[in-house]
């Protein structure tokens, strides 16, 4: 159940990849126990590679980030901040999303989170669909996502469904790349 | 309404001028190709058995730098409070990260080539099957291939682009040569499949074909682990496709797994 959105802290929202703050992005990926590997892998719980995920935000055809004002309970600089502009560098960031892409026919999108302490509140929903609209506006209307169990309710609830045609998601799952080829494959 | 977007595209995109690399072949006239035919916005992702894969061209090497015109990043412009912000701060990562830098670490060249199989024909010409990756790609071919496997059409410039921005496009060729004459005969398309990828941790594979007369050879089976290993060896652990119900043994047999741990795909679907 939704709470009202008027409930909900001012944020701002951006899809500007010079505004993703890759040290904060890191922070968030670790609050939100995402990894960016999408299958569980031996030494799991490991938190995002830095690098990966730099080359995987620059990689991304689009990039939504959330900000929201920080709660600064001092009172000395809480009117001031009160009276700044919120924007990308002094908000804090609480919530992100990308997608992947070849910038015409297919899009899959990746890694929605929202920090824990501001889920439903509807700020998920807003980076599904500030990322959908980016994509449409692209004309690439093929749009897939990897869900969970968990994950299945929200993109539901946010237009997503089964594949019409019926096709089978599948994952490759043998060594992971850690392991050294052992020449099993041909050629 | 779907087919009016794209029939306003091809005619938006004959007034601008695309952009035409030596490698993606485009017509002069793209609207009688692209709106004679009914589209479908789904096509792209379906593994069916009739298509096997054979990756053709690992794109990410372009020499020229031209997928990465797509690609939205920009050099971060920090801020001048934020460069004052990051040297106060000790254990900073905050860095101005030159693009060029940054895409030096993928720039290998990729530009992969080599005969997959020779055999002889009862003619007496020698056929040989070429695994291409990072090289041409003719949007005119891939048309014609999967018109060969049945998909429904697709407007030829989105499918040029979409090759263009695609992490790895592996193709097979063949190429008939007879022997006793100099020259080579020409390259014929009998396979594709291509993966879209963020670099780093995740991929799809989408479009994969082979064609029907080729089929049956193993030659899919060759194409997929190419990509695999490519993916591998790059350290892109979620490798994904959306198969079709005929194809899912197929790729059993490469080493996917249907639904694992219960993730599955999930598509949009406007609401209109």
New interface residues.
Partial sequence: MMISAASRPPLIISTE??H????RL?DLYAACNIS??????EGAAEPVD?R????????????VSVFCRPIDSSSSGAFIQRMLPLTH?NGELVGFG?A???????A?I?DVMVIPSLRRLGIGRMILKRL?RVL?SK?I?????????NE?LF??AC????????????????S??NNA?QGQ??? | M?FG?YGS?IIRSQQRQVNSSSQIFLPENMKTLACSQPVS???????VPDQLLFPRNFNCGLPSGVSRR????????S?F??SIRSGFEKN???QV?E?AS?DG??EESLLDEFV?SERTLPDGSVEKIIFSSGGEVNVYDVQELCDKVGWPR?PL???A???K??YMVATLHSMNHVPGSDENGKRKLIGMA?A???????A?I?DVLVDPSYQGQ?LG??LV??I??AL??R???????????QV?DF??NL?????????????????Y
């Fill in positions: 990849p010079s993703v703050d890759l040290h890191k960016g590997h999408r299958l569980r892998r830095p990966k995920l730099r080359i995987a935000v620059a990689n991304s055809f689009v990039v560098w990308r992947s892409s070849d910038s015409s026919l297919t899959s990746h959908i449409t004309d209307y093929d749009i897939a996502a990897l869900c969970d169990k299945r993109f539901g237009g997503f469904g089964d594949d019409m045609l019926n096709s089978t998601t599948m994952m490759y799952t043998r992971s790349s080829h494959l041909i050629l | 779907i977007l595209l916005t789904f096509d792209s992702r379906r593994q797509f690609k939205i990043y920009h050099q971060p412009k801020s409070w934020e900073s990562t905050i990260i693009p940054e670490l993928e997959l697709r410039s989105k499918l682009a979409a090759i921005n695609s291509r879209t990828s963020d670099h780093a941790f995740n799809t989408w193993g089976k060759a682990e190419k695999i290993r591998l060896q350290d892109i652990g979620s490798i994904s496709l959306f198969a079709d119900s899912v790729y059993q080493g996917f797994q249907a639904d694992p741990e219960g993730i599955k795909g999930m598509f949009w679907y406007p609401s």
